[in-house]
């Protein structure tokens, strides 16, 4: 009877691993298909906005617990790669935004204020869920986030003054706040329970947790997808071409990531980091600034930018499979290989 009771236990958690490793394996058509649902039903999905925090944090927990607080101590002692993602996503960014809006859409500038709005808010908290996700450096991903995310009160102001000239105040206590309650908290704590279990939470506890933490995903990605729905009702050719120019430029950060952690000469783990980050925005922050400041109009490109982040995160979460071999099922640095025997990332090609 034991035996059996054991064995009947041993399928269920086999079943329980394989359906999250199933949705880490398809996400980039669960993530097209949540959009498309957030869309169609977004009355429906919104009503998950209020456990998006609690979601937030069950990711951020699951995924740290592969790390150790030592590594985030090595991230922040090793800043060129979060200097590099930091000056690459608040400064050349905006800047070239700013000039491809300026000749495409200058008819226009309210699109022009909303596409370099977009692209001038921090890193997305989101992006140290697809971090842990792929096997990347939560250590690195959790400092950067958290450098982006205190910078922002100055880079957001001075970045549409100078390239605008609109002058805006920005409030980082409730941002700041989020990020502390939803990202970084759990996180520590994740880390912190790694190190006290000397490695048990990273063997055990993280994969119980991770297709509970997969479904997490999903259910963010459906509900942060419906506040763009009410934009799309009315679309015109010119909207159309705004939302295709931010589908392709939103595309080149995960790929300027990808450039720019090969030439700081980045790990696979880190690499994973730097993707994400240079490509991922808080499109939430952007919307609260494009809703107090600016006309309606302002707010289009910035919430479009919703309709493809999570669907672009898990399209070049595949693509570097390819490239670098990572799995959405990798361990994430610190468990499985020590900070300094990661392999190098390869030449992306």
């Known amino acids: 009877m034991a035996g059996a009771a054991k064995a009947g236990e041993k399928a269920i958690l086999d079943a329980w691993h394989s359906f999250g490793k199933f949705i880490g394996a398809h996400m980039a058509p669960i993530a097209v298909a949540c959009v498309v649902a957030a869309c169609a039903f977004p009355a429906q999905l919104s009503h998950l906005a209020p456990a998006v925090p609690w979601l937030f944090a069950l990711v951020s927990f699951q995924g740290a617990l592969t790390n150790k607080l030592r590594n985030l101590a090595q ?180 790929l300027a990531g990808l450039a720019l952690a090969r030439l700081a000469g980045q790990d696979v783990p880190g690499t994973v980091s730097m993707v994400f980050q240079c490509g991922m925005r808080n499109i939430s922050c952007g919307a609260v600034i494009a809703a107090q400041f600016f006309p309606p109009a302002v707010m289009f490109p910035v919430v479009a930018g919703t309709l493809f982040q999570q669907v672009l995160a898990a399209t070049y979460g595949k693509l570097m499979g390819r490239i670098l071999g990572v799995r959405p099922d990798a361990p994430a640095l610190g468990d499985a290989l020590p900070a300094t025997s990661a392999p190098t990332a390869p030449e992306a090609h």
């Open 75 to 254: 991230a922040v002692g090793r800043p060129i790669p979060l200097l590099l993602t930091i000056a690459f996503a608040s400064g050349v960014m905006p800047v070239v935004a700013f000039l491809l809006a300026k000749a495409l859409f200058g008819s226009n500038m309210h699109l022009v204020t909303g596409i370099v709005l977009e692209y001038s808010v921090p890193v997305a908290a989101i992006s140290t869920m697809w971090i842990s996700m792929f096997g990347g450096n939560v250590a690195e991903g959790l400092a950067t986030l958290m450098v982006s995310s205190v910078l922002a009160p100055v880079t957001i102001p001075a970045t549409l003054q100078v390239l605008l000239g609109h002058a805006v105040h920005v409030d980082a206590g409730p941002m700041m706040l989020n990020v502390i309650l939803t990202v970084a908290l759990p996180a520590v704590l994740g880390m912190g329970l790694n190190d006290v279990t000397h490695g048990w939470a990273a063997r055990s506890l993280s994969p119980g947790l991770m297709p509970a933490a997969r479904v997490a995903i999903v259910l963010v990605i459906a509900s942060n997808a419906t506040s763009a729905a009410p934009y799309l009702t009315h679309l015109t050719p010119q909207l159309v071409g705004v939302l295709v120019f931010i589908l392709l430029f939103a595309s080149t950060g995960y």
